[in-house]
């Protein structure tokens, strides 16, 4: 079967540096996507990661280690508007895992 | 400039009523998906859809059913609603490439619906 792992919350403070990772189970393995979702919103495309490696887009970059089966989201000079969940997501199969909460507090 | 639109927004429902969800979209994607959000369950796709007059069933179909009649409108209707249907519904689409989803999600802005 196909599962998905991530940290129900995690907290941090302005200004500093967060990881959010991801670990899966798949059979089959097409890619991996990152979203942001703010209370109340729809989600957000972040990143996808089909090779192994970082992928970097501003302040944010997405690793992934499919030998591993894991990736991580990394989000650098945190500000109070990254307070959201973040959702790992297989590409083919469209199966979210249940995010992670991260609050950044001042 | 539109992407995906879903009606209604919000809905009340008393159980055993039928209810559908519209969900259109103006960017020709190919895909179509269902999910529905709840606290502590995250995302989970309901059915999909490859493309136009085909679908597919995902992780929790059971009381919903879905048409493809054309590329841009993807309803969900549930046939007998029932309390445990009460959730954040979002459509979504995407492009897809030979066959495997490598193009990012679009999702609407949500349809709560609650089941009384």
């Known amino acids: 079967g196909q599962n998905i792992d991530q940290p129900t919350e995690m907290t941090a403070t302005e200004g500093a540096i967060v990881q959010i990772n991801c670990t899966y189970q798949t059979s089959g393995f097409n890619g991996l996507f990152w979203y942001q979702q703010h209370a109340g919103e729809a989600p957000t495309f972040l990143s996808y990661n089909v090779l192994d490696g970082l992928e970097e887009k501003g302040r944010f970059s997405s690793f992934l280690s499919r030998s591993k089966g894991y990736s991580y989201l990394l989000l650098k000079e945190l500000q109070m508007k990254d307070s959201a969940s973040y959702l790992c997501a297989f590409t083919d199969k469209l199966i979210f895992g249940t995010g992670t909460r991260l609050q950044v507090f001042p | 400039i539109a992407g995906i639109t879903q009606a209604p927004t919000s809905q009340i429902l008393a159980a055993g009523r039928r209810m559908t969800l519209r969900c259109t979209q103006d960017m020709r994607h190919n895909a179509m998906y269902w999910y529905r959000q709840d606290l502590g369950l995250g995302l989970r796709l309901i059915h999909y859809?490859?493309?136009?007059?085909?679908?597919g069933k995902g992780e929790v179909p059971d009381g919903y059913s879905v048409s493809r009649a054309n590329t841009d409108d993807f309803p969900l209707t549930l046939a007998s609603a029932v309390p445990s249907q009460t959730s954040v519904y979002f459509c979504?689409?995407?492009?897809?490439?030979?066959?495997?989803?490598?193009?990012?999600?679009?999702f609407g802005e949500g349809s709560r619906l609650t089941v009384l």
């Open positions: 859809s490859n493309t136009a007059g085909t679908t």
């Open positions: 979504a689409s995407s492009a897809w490439t030979s066959g495997v989803n490598t193009g990012e999600l679009f």
